[in-house]
């Protein structure tokens, strides 16, 4: 039966590998990001936790876009085990040095397993790829855009707070 499936299977044993790898990352994002809101939280930067609370949602969302693919596509579409989740962090600035790690890393995934679909010529996987490679060019932009804040306005004095206040209002426009 197992031979039987995998015929109707429209993507390829690698290419499930590699998106049921990708939905654990997202996974994975998302926890960590509920974990950085946590930590703004709880030491005062309510802007902040707030976007990361928005960042954890919107990795929930990735992780699902793939769960549904892979099922859609005829395979088996796997719900991960999260675990490992950093939730001490030494500086504010930490955080989103963090953040932006963390969205670098999403990004090369995605282009591994793009890269992959060019191999295997599997272009309805990549035509669906195409989404979350212009999602990740948003969020690298917007996890930079949030770091060079410790930059412009320095943490001195109530830099902090100011960082904390301009967080939210980081917006990405493609034109």
Not at 19 to 38: D, F, G, P, R
Not at 152 to 162: A, K
Request: charged letters at 30%; a negative charge; hydrophobic letters at 35%.
């Amino acid at each position: 039966m197992k031979d039987l499936m995998r015929i109707k299977c429209l993507i390829s044993q690698d290419i499930e590998t590699l998106l049921n790898q990708q939905i654990k990352k997202e996974a994975h994002s998302s926890s960590l990001y509920l974990s950085m809101s946590s930590w703004c939280d709880q030491n005062g930067f309510d802007y902040s936790a707030d976007y990361f609370l928005k960042q954890s949602e919107e990795e929930r969302v990735h992780q699902l876009k793939l769960f549904k693919y892979v099922l859609d596509m005829g395979g088996n579409a796997i719900s991960p085990e999260v675990s490992g989740i950093k939730t001490e962090f030494a500086s504010f600035r930490e955080v989103f040095e963090d953040a932006l790690e963390a969205e670098i890393a999403i990004t090369q995934s995605f282009k591994n397993i793009a890269a992959r679909c060019h191999k295997e010529q599997d272009f309805v996987t990549m035509e669906f790829l195409n989404w979350f490679l212009k999602e990740q060019r948003e969020e690298e932009y917007k996890a930079r855009r949030a770091l060079e804040l410790f930059e412009v306005i320095g943490e001195e004095g109530t830099g902090r707070w100011e960082i904390d206040k301009h967080v939210n209002k980081i917006s990405y426009s493609e034109e």
